[in-house]
């Protein structure tokens, strides 16, 4: 077996045109994906017996919060591969990772709060999904601090992929524990959404609201890849090639 | 050798530590202090003081323990002998980890033994006091570790309280939780084996992952 195609990922030139090749690869199914999901969503599915067309926020809702957990672990796989065998452009990646993520989770969190509103009668409710994902922001915040208080790139590179690293593994005990915590002051009230019992018409624009806004994770990340290994390799020859001047 | 050194090391900083007194007692009076400011800003009748007591107590301890974190490496670093260590050829996990430790022993020892004495002027009963020392002794092990990495990776940033509470605060939200609800059953007389067993998980699991994350950080800070 040839490891070629893994050690040319580390050289810089080829990843960038690259990631120029594949964006729109992954950016116009992203695009078709989610204009399909959200006509099927919107439009055509039935509303909700019990939350009426309240239940409609879930097509951003459920994806955003679903990206928010995916992006922490791929920036935690990234910053993984960089620390162990030193490759820049993982680096990159895990750092272009970051304010996408945090925006999926700020989405999330905002979507989930204006949906609370007409549901529960309120704007917030310490809910342990809800809770978990606002301590997945401060994780996400505390990893751009990290990052923008360390002036030296490649020791801002390795200190935030340890943190990354360190944070992958706190996840999980993090979101159980409260999960835990809450399961002690209030009963289980929250509505289940759907799993058992979401009909297809419901449940396909879901999914292709999944698929699209992964794909979008993907388009978005590659072009903050660019514009990332742009940024670190601004002295290099093959840059002034490449953009011709 | 690497015990004997990492040994060497706890000693030394528990000398310097007794040295600067008045540094020492400084988490303390902050513990106190926060305490204090429970039943002043919500109210003095022991029956609701009784229902905050355990989040008061933990958020006290949290912040006392934080507060003492950003002298664990600070003037080693400074003055190098954190470089020193990193090139002794011998463990750096263990010297951390000895760091760690006399950090524990002049933060969290004195921390979890004023913690009972805060909960009975919060109205806990007395009969709560041996739940809540051992609650926070645990939990205050996981706290000074998991603290350790976050110490370890803000050491070159000028300013660094703030982001080092916002990198440690969320990873230490389960020792919190589990430890108030430790405490909260301490108060109420139940049996606080499940949340204690569960501090005591957490505190193994950080004894055995933090040294080596904070050794790490050690090495990235010092390139």
Same mark, same amino acid.
């Given at each position: ?30 695009? &078709? $994906? ?6 099927? =969503? #919107?439009?055509?599915?039935?509303? @909700?017996? *019990?939350?009426? +067309? ?81 301590? &997945? $922001? ?6 751009? =601090? #990290?990052?923008?208080?360390?002036? @030296?790139? *490649?020791?801002? +590179? ?88 | ?223």
């Amino acid at each position: 077996m040839t490891w070629t195609w893994f050690h040319r990922l580390g050289s810089p030139p080829y990843v960038y045109a690259l990631a120029a090749r594949l964006t729109p690869w992954l950016a116009w199914p992203a695009a &078709l $994906l989610m204009i399909g999901g959200l006509w099927g =969503g #919107l439009v055509l599915a039935p509303p @909700d017996y *019990q939350q009426g +067309d309240g239940f409609r926020i879930i097509y951003v809702h459920a994806p955003s919060a679903w990206m928010s957990l995916m992006v922490y672990t791929t920036m935690g796989l990234a910053a993984a591969v960089g620390l162990i065998w030193r490759i820049k452009v993982a680096h990159a990646l895990a750092a272009s990772c970051a304010p996408v993520g945090a925006s999926f989770t700020l989405a999330a969190l905002v979507t989930g709060a204006l949906w609370g509103e007409p549901m529960w009668g309120t704007y917030w409710e310490w809910d342990p999904r809800l809770t978990s994902e606002l301590v &997945l $922001l401060f994780l996400y915040l505390g990893y751009m =601090g #990290l990052r923008a208080g360390i002036e @030296d790139l *490649q020791r801002a +590179d390795r200190a935030s992929a340890l943190l990354a690293v360190v944070g992958v593994v706190n996840v999980p005990i993090i979101h159980y524990s409260v999960t835990w915590w809450n399961s002690l002051h209030q009963a289980p009230s929250v509505m289940r959404l759907g799993k058992p019992s979401m009909p297809g018409s419901m449940l396909a624009p879901l999914l292709m609201m999944l698929a699209g806004f992964t794909l979008l994770f993907g388009a978005l990340l590659l072009v903050r890849l660019r514009a990332e290994v742009l940024n670190r390799e601004r002295a290099a020859s093959w840059i002034r090639e490449e953009l011709g001047t | 050798m690497s015990l004997d050194a990492a040994r060497l090391a706890l000693t030394r900083d528990l000398h310097l530590a007794f040295r600067k007194r008045g540094q020492l007692v400084q988490p303390l009076a902050f513990f106190a202090i926060v305490t204090v400011l429970f039943p002043l800003s919500s109210s003095p009748e022991l029956a609701q003081l009784r229902r905050v007591a355990p989040g008061a107590l933990w958020v006290g301890a949290l912040l006392a323990s934080l507060l003492a974190l950003e002298f664990l490496f600070r003037d080693d670093a400074y003055d190098g002998t954190l470089e020193q260590y990193a090139l002794s050829g011998r463990s750096l996990t263990g010297l951390v980890f000895a760091k760690t430790a006399a950090h524990w022993l002049l933060t969290g020892l004195p921390l979890s033994l004023m913690a009972p004495l805060a909960a009975l002027s919060l109205g806990a009963p007395p009969r709560s006091v041996p739940g809540i020392l051992a609650a926070v002794g645990v939990g205050s092990v996981a706290l000074s570790l998991i603290g350790s990495v976050g110490a370890a990776l803000t050491l070159g940033i000028k300013r660094s309280g703030a982001l080092l509470s916002l990198l440690t605060l969320p990873l230490s939200l389960p020792v919190l939780i589990f430890g108030a609800r430790a405490t909260e059953l301490a108060i109420h007389g139940a049996s606080l084996l499940a949340p204690l067993e569960l501090l005591a998980a957490l505190a193994v699991l950080a004894l055995t992952l933090a040294p080596l994350a904070a050794a790490a950080a050690v090495r990235i800070s010092l390139e």
